[in-house]
C-alpha cells in the first residue's frame, strides 16, 4: 500500500480496488492464450512497469496503478511458477527452491507487503507439501516443523525494520498449516514433547529480550499450558503476549483468533464429563485473573 492509497475514503480505495482488479483478470484471461508461460513473463514486465508508475503517481491513479501491480506480480508469479514447472517437469522439491528463488529475487523489486506475504506463504506451503510427500516423515516432524515455523516468525516480529513483516505474516498461516497436514496423516494427539520444545523456544525468547526483567508469570503460564493443552493454545497466547507488548492491533486479532480457536478444538476433544470440562474452564479462568491482578500489580501492565 502506498501513502496515497492511505489517504483516500475507505469507499474510494474499495471502488478502485475492486476496478483494478477486475480489469486486470480480465486482462490475463485474454492474455493467457495460447502460451501461459509467455504470458506470465508478459504479466511480470507490466507489474514491474506498474509498480514503478505507482511510486510516481498520487490519489486514484495511484491507488489504482498500485493494486494492478499487485494483480498482475502475483498472478504472473503463478503462471511463471506452473509454466516452469510444467516445462521443466519439476517434482515437490525442485519447484520448492524454484519459489523460494522467485520469492528472493522479487522481494527488493515488489514493495507492495501483501505481495511479499503471499510469496513467503507460498514458499513456506511448497516447503511443507514436499515435507509431507517424504512418506518417511512421521506426522510429529510435521509438528515440530511447525514450531520452527512459528519461531522463525515469532523472532521476524521482534527486528525493528518493517521490511520483514510480511515474511513473518506468510509463516504464520503456514505453521498452521504444518499442524494441518500432521492431523490430515492420521493422529490429531498432539506431541507433549513438541509442545514443550515450543513452551522453552518462548521462554528463550523472553529471557533474551526481557533480560534483567524477566516476566516470571508469563514464564509459568506459557510452561503450564505446554503440559496442559496443544501447540494452538501455547501459540496464541505467545501471540497475545508480543501483541501487548508492541501495542499492535493485528497481532492481538491474530492472537486471540489462534487462543480462540485453539481452546474450543481442545474443549471437543478433551475425553472426559461435560462437569470434567466445566471444572477445567473455571479453573483456567482463575488462574488468568490470577495473572491479570498480578500484571496489573506490576510494571508490565497494559
Known amino acids: 500500500m502506498t501513502n496515497a492509497e492511505t489517504k483516500l475514503p475507505f469507499m474510494v480505495s474499495a471502488l478502485v480496488t475492486v476496478g483494478a482488479w477486475l480489469s486486470c483478470l480480465i486482462g490475463i484471461l485474454l492474455l493467457g492464450w495460447p502460451s501461459f508461460l509467455g504470458a506470465g ?38 503462471m511463471v511458477l506452473c509454466g516452469l514447472s510444467m516445462l521443466w517437469h519439476l517434482n515437490t522439491g525442485e519447484a520448492f527452491w524454484l519459489v523460494l528463488a522467485f520469492t528472493v529475487a522479487g522481494y527488493p523489486i515488489f514493495t507492495q507487503k501483501i505481495d511479499r506475504t503471499v510469496m ?91 533480560r534483567k526483567h524477566f ?15 496443544n501447540v494452538g493454545t501455547v501459540m496464541g497466547v505467545a501471540l497475545l503476549a508480543l501483541a501487548f507488548s508492541q501495542n499492535r492491533l493485528s ?20 475425553q472426559t464429563t461435560l462437569l470434567v470440562k466445566s471444572f477445567y474452564l473455571w479453573a483456567a479462568g482463575m488462574i488468568l485473573l490470577g495473572v491479570y491482578f498480578g500484571q496489573k500489580r506490576g510494571m508490565y501492565a497494559r
Open 215 to 229: 516476566n516470571v508469570c508469563l514464564a509459568v503460564l506459557i510452561l503450564v499450558l505446554a503440559y496442559l493443552t
Open 120 to 210: 513467503s506463504f507460498a514458499s513456506a506451503m511448497v516447503l511443507l507439501m514436499w515435507v509431507f510427500q517424504q512418506r518417511t516423515v512421521a506426522w510429529p516432524c510435521l509438528e515440530s516443523l511447525s514450531v520452527l515455523l512459528f519461531m522463525g516468525a515469532y523472532l521476524l516480529f521482534f527486528v525493528p525494520s518493517e521490511k520483514v513483516r510480511p515474511v513473518a505474516w506468510g509463516l504464520l498461516p503456514a505453521c498452521v498449516a504444518a499442524f494441518g497436514l500432521a492431523w490430515m496423516s492420521g493422529n490429531v494427539a498432539t506431541l507433549r514433547i513438541n509442545v514443550l520444545f515450543l513452551a522453552l523456544c518462548l521462554v528463550g525468547v523472553y529471557l533474551w529480550r526481557a
Open 41 to 78: 513473463v508478459w504479466i511480470l514486465l507490466l507489474a514491474l512497469v506498474w509498480t514503478y508508475a505507482a511510486g510516481r503517481t498520487h490519489g486514484v491513479a495511484g491507488a489504482f496503478w498500485a493494486q494492478a501491480a499487485l494483480a498482475f506480480s502475483l498472478c504472473g508469479k503463478g
Open 251 to 270: 497481532l492481538k486479532i491474530a492472537g486471540v483468533a489462534v487462543f480462540a480457536l485453539s481452546l474450543v478444538w481442545l474443549y471437543y476433544h478433551m
